[in-house]
Each structure stands twice: as structure tokens, then as C-alpha cells.
């Protein structure tokens, strides 16, 4: 795991600038840099090839994706990526279409993934940490982080990688706790790679 493909998923809005992902994406960059990993790198604020990208997909052994939690889901900007991106990654490059054949078109759906690797997803959210895995608070319902992020981590399953533990630093419009946010974060970097 030599080449990390690092991804900031932020867009910016009036409310939120994009300073605490672009901190994550640097710091990030630098631990892997200072550890030895080549390191290729897109943020949706800036203009990028659809086949460029897919390249880096392919090149990666790891895809390092920083997001803020939009909506219970990632940026605007980051599923047009999505869109573009991985729907003509799906024709071949990336994966074999969704994974199933003529012969058996059943099964197998979503199998088709043609690359090799992980993924780590870090998330920065407004919602308190206490939201989660908690049945008594109601809006999330018992959910955890990563039952939220599902739709995510199907999409990196589909084309063939394997999770790494996702980080998330909660509460950070209200109540940030951003100095130790920093620390869990190279914490979690450690213990993962």
C-alpha cells in the first residue's frame, strides 16, 4: 500500500468554508508523504478529466476520501464527481459493468469491480458523536456512522476495495473540539497504515 489517492469532497457554502477538510486533506497528505507513499491527489473545487481520475483510481492502492456530511451524504460536487466519474469507470476501466453475465443475471450484482485495494473515508459532521449507536436518540434511530455512510462505501465496494475504519469529527459547527479532532485523526492514521 505505496500509492494513496487522496480525494477532499468539500464544497464550500456560506456557512461553511471548507477550512477544517482542507486541514484533514493536508494532514493527511503530509503523514503519507512523511511515511514513504506516493501521493496523487483531487479536490472537487477544482476542475478535473473524468479520465485523469479514473487513472488515479487505478494507480491507487489506497483512496484516502475526506467529506463533509451533506444531507446525510456527501457534497453536491462530490456525486457529480460520482456521476462522471465512476459511471464511465463502470464501463470497463474500473469495473465490469455491475458484475453480472447473460448466462446467470441474477447474481452477482454490484461484483464487477476490477481494481484492487482500500478506502478510508473521514467525515466531518455537525451531529454530536452521542447521535449515533444510541436507539434513544431518534433521528438517527440506534444508526451508526458507517450505517449512514452506507450508500459510500457500496460505491467503493462495487469496484473491488476494501474498507479501512472510517474517522469522524463530530459536533464541529457547535461544539468543535478541533485540537483533539487533530490528534484522533493522526491516532487513527497510525493505527491503520
Known amino acids: 500500500m505505496k500509492n494513496i489517492f487522496i480525494i477532499n469532497g468539500h464544497q464550500k ?10 486541514s484533514l486533506t493536508e494532514k493527511a497528505e503530509h503523514y503519507f508523504k512523511n511515511n514513504g507513499y506516493e501521493v ?27 467529506t463533509p456530511l451533506n444531507w ?28 453480472r453475465s447473460r448466462e446467470t443475471p441474477k447474481q452477482n450484482y454490484g461484483l464487477g469491480g476490477k481494481l484492487k485495494g482500500k478506502y478510508m473515508m473521514s467525515v466531518t459532521a455537525n451531529a454530536p458523536k452521542e447521535a449515533f449507536n444510541n436507539p434513544e436518540e431518534t433521528f438517527f434511530n440506534g444508526m451508526s456512522e458507517d450505517d449512514l455512510l452506507r450508500p459510500m462505501h457500496l460505491n467503493f465496494k ?15 459547527m457547535k461544539n468543535p473540539e478541533i485540537e ?10 497510525k493505527g491503520n497504515f
Not at 474498507?163 to 459536533?171: N, Q, V
Not at 483533539?180 to 492514521?189: Q, S, V, Y
Open 180 to 189: 483533539n479532532d487533530f490528534k484522533r485523526f493522526e491516532a487513527h492514521l
Open 40 to 66: 496523487k491527489k483531487t479536490t472537487m473545487e477544482d476542475a478535473y478529466e473524468v479520465q485523469k481520475e479514473i487513472e488515479k483510481f487505478k494507480w491507487a492502492d489506497v483512496v484516502f476520501f475526506q
Open 158 to 172: 462495487w469496484f473491488g476495495y476494501e474498507p479501512l475504519p472510517t474517522f469522524m469529527a463530530y459536533d464541529v
Open 72 to 99: 446525510m451524504g456527501v457534497s453536491w460536487s462530490f456525486k457529480k464527481y460520482i456521476d462522471e466519474v465512476f459511471s464511465i469507470g463502470m464501463m470497463g476501466e474500473m469495473s465490469d459493468g455491475d458484475g
Open 13 to 22: 457554502y456560506p456557512f461553511s468554508e471548507g477550512k477544517l477538510n482542507a
